[in-house]
């Protein structure tokens, strides 16, 4: 069968490699967008002699595009039915696109030349973990260039010096990035420049991290309207700059990441599958104890727009006010995590104006008066047949009493 391309998968993204012609083919076919893979990088890993020689075969014979990996797109891939392979987290397949047939199909015959070199298979797994966390940092570019608070201003801003020290590091990672963009490669002299980065940067997290985590108990130990009101406008203005900050380290953890799978690869290839496990199972732990700390704080304001909304009647100027301030901090920590790669499910907050609690307190009042009403005309219906009864019998009793005095008065005059 002509036509074959091979598809490689770790999760976060797809790998289509083969003939540049069917490549862009199948990515038109199936409506993906996609990058270019960057095989060529893959020269270097393999030194010289008879193996270099035929890698390097090999990859000038493929071309290679990558696709992030949405649900949607997850979705369309998944009919060809992708197996596990040797390389860890790694999953493949061979398709074909026979003259005859539109669609695109599974085939079994023949591995494939990248897909039967294990060294080759581990280098395209670490640069597609690359290109994930590449594209992860351009979304946080994208989002640090959205917000009210542009991060730099919010770094240089800062008096504390934890903060301040990532100034520094982001400067030294970001020449280091641009050198291998220039040169395809981390050299030793390039890699030393940045060695000592991560260290500051987890200092910073960590630190940020607690500047959140101070936001919620503020929030949480606040009852009164007018102390919520106060301190939601407080954790409306800080949390955006946390988030900054805290959105700035993760995106210098993952171009770290980046340069020292480049450093790997260059220096040590047959450990990159262990160290990309390893830097991927790192990652989403610091994912974890983020969303741990914002989903906290989102927390503690969705209770407090609920206990505003709940008094909204006896504060009604003070207690939309702590719901605009809630909904705000939800809103900007959903695009945060959005950014990152974090699933959250928290709803903003909607203010109950006060003429709308006031209406529900009208209506009840209507009701409660209808039935007042309702009850008094049964009440005053009762008494008034009650009454007539009586006043049936009153007269009943005084026309008994008028004709049996008639009557003694007549028996008396007879007798006299």
């Known amino acids: 069968m002509d036509n074959e391309i091979q598809l490689i ?80 987290g ?18 079994e015959k023949g591995a494939g030349s990248l897909l039967s070199n294990p060294a080759l298979l581990s280098g395209a797994a670490g640069i597609m973990a690359q290109l994930a966390m590449q594209q992860t940092m351009d979304e946080i570019t994208d989002y640090l260039a959205r917000i009210d608070e542009k991060v730099d201003d919010v770094l240089r801003a800062q008096k504390d010096a934890v903060v301040a020290r990532m100034i520094g590091v982001d400067f030294m990672i970001e020449e280091t990035m641009t050198i291998r ?5 981390v050299s030793e002299v390039a890699w030393s420049k940045v060695q000592g980065a991560p260290a500051t940067i987890a200092d910073t997290q960590a630190y940020t991290l607690r500047q959140l985590d101070a936001l919620a108990e503020k929030m949480e130990s606040k009852t009164k309207i007018g102390d919520l009101a106060t301190t939601a406008k407080e954790a409306e203005s800080k949390a955006q700059e946390w988030l900054a900050v805290l959105a700035r380290c993760f995106q210098l953890q993952d171009a770290i990441a980046v340069l020292e799978l480049d450093r790997v690869l260059d220096a040590n290839p047959d450990q990159l599958d262990q160290h990309r496990i390893g830097l991927r199972t790192a990652r989403q732990n610091r994912l974890e104890l983020i969303a741990r700390s914002t989903e906290r704080l ?11 909304n709940a008094k909204v009647l006896l ?31 928290r709803r903003s907050s909607e203010a109950r104006r006060w003429v709308d609690a006031a209406a529900v307190v009208r209506d009840k009042a209507i009701e409660t008066g209808s039935k007042s009403v309702v009850a008094a005309r049964s009440l005053g219906n009762e008494t008034l047949d009650r009454a007539n009864s009586v006043k049936g019998k009153l007269s009943s009793e005084i026309a008994g009493r008028v004709r049996r005095r008639r009557g003694g008065e007549e028996e008396r005059g007879e007798k006299g």
């Not at 095989?39 to 990859?59: D, M, V, Y």
């Not at 963009?181 to 490669?185: H, K, L, P, Y």
């Open 9 to 88: 998968s770790d999760g976060d993204g797809l790998a289509v490699i083969g003939n540049t012609t069917d490549v862009e083919r199948f990515l038109v076919s199936e409506g993906l967008p996609s990058k270019d893979l960057g095989l060529q990088r893959l020269k270097s890993a393999f030194g010289t002699g008879a193996a270099a020689a035929q890698a390097g075969s090999e990859i000038g014979a493929n071309s290679g595009r990558w696709v992030k990996l949405t649900q949607e797109s997850a979705e369309r891939v998944k009919k060809f039915g992708l197996m596990e392979s040797k390389t860890p």
């Open 181 to 185: 963009e220039q040169v395809g490669r």
């Open 315 to 345: 504060n009604p100027t003070k207690s939309p006010a702590v719901v605009k301030s809630a909904n705000h901090v939800v809103t900007g920590v959903h695009d945060f995590h959005g950014r990152l790669g974090i699933e959250s499910g």
């Open 90 to 107: 790694v999953s493949h397949a061979m398709v074909g696109k026979p003259g005859s047939i539109k669609n695109w199909l599974q085939v």
């Open 298 to 308: 989102m927390a503690r304001m969705t209770a407090a727009a609920d206990t505003a």
